[in-house]
T-cell receptor, first 110, second 113 residues
Framework: QKEVEQNSGPLSVPEGAIASLNCTYS??????FFWYRQYSGKSPELIMF????GDKEDGRFTAQLNKASQYVSLLIRDSQPSDSATYLC??????????FGAGTILRVKS | NAGVTQTPKFQVLKTGQSMTLQCAQD?????MYWYRQDPGMGLRLIYY???????DKGEVPNGYNVSRLNKREFSLRLESAAPSQTSVYFC????????????FGPGTRLLVL
């Protein structure tokens, strides 16, 4: 079992719809959780981070964390073609190292 | 403020050749990291340096060495390149607190023939 698992996709949604990206992790000691967006040929850039159970909203993005279920998700409202990218879930276990999932490809169709 | 910079952007090597990938950050971060990214594999940690003067192995350290030259610079060396090391290499940095976001450089594309 991988430490951080994501559905590879591609996840296709129409423009204006909600995109829901999911991630599960195996280490219950994980402390912080990050979502990175990566455009083709570019480096990862941070979208959101979340430390506590519940929801965290930032503009069109909402991160959701459920530590009991070891599950973290990212919702993108009013999806735009510019949101088309690979979304990487990353988990910070004890210490200062991140473990990344393989990423979910999102395609927003206009 | 350039953030994290990497050189070179692209490199082609023959099997057995050596090279050093350079990384520098100007954010006064204590911790620095080297990752490789392969299709379908996500980012995998090669080596990291929690602070100046310390380095530790990550998930995939075999075939690599690192040097934390000073607080700003962290280099990755391939002593004898192999085709399996064809990948995109990213350097990242963050502060000393575990929760802090990692910031990534633009990456180095390496092709080993």
């Amino acid at each position: 079992q991988k430490e951080v698992e994501q559905n590879s996709g591609p996840l296709s949604v129409p423009e204006g719809a909600i995109a829901s990206l999911n991630c599960t992790y195996s280490d219950r000691g994980s402390q912080s959780f990050f979502w990175y967006r990566q455009y083709s040929g570019k480096s990862p850039e941070l979208i959101m981070f979340i430390y506590s159970n519940g929801d965290k909203e930032d503009g069109r993005f909402t991160a959701q964390l459920n530590k009991a279920s070891q599950y973290v998700s990212l919702l993108i409202r009013d999806s735009q073609p510019s949101d088309s990218a690979t979304y990487l879930c990353a988990v910070n276990r004890r210490g200062n190292k991140l473990v990344f999932g393989a990423g979910t490809i999102l395609r927003v169709k206009s | 403020n350039a953030g994290v910079t990497q050189t070179p952007k692209f490199q082609v090597l023959k099997t057995g050749q050596s090279m050093t990938l350079q990384c520098a950050q100007d954010m006064n971060h204590n911790s620095m990291y080297w990752y490789r990214q392969d299709p379908g594999m996500g980012l995998r940690l090669i080596y990291y340096s929690a602070s100046e003067g310390t380095t530790d192995k990550g998930e995939v350290p075999n075939g690599y060495n690192v040097s934390r030259l000073n607080k700003r610079e962290f280099s990755l060396r391939l002593e004898s390149a192999a085709p399996s090391q064809t990948s995109v290499y990213f350097c990242a940095s963050n502060g000393a607190i575990a929760r802090e976001t990692q910031y990534f450089g633009p990456g180095t594309r390496l092709l080993v023939l």
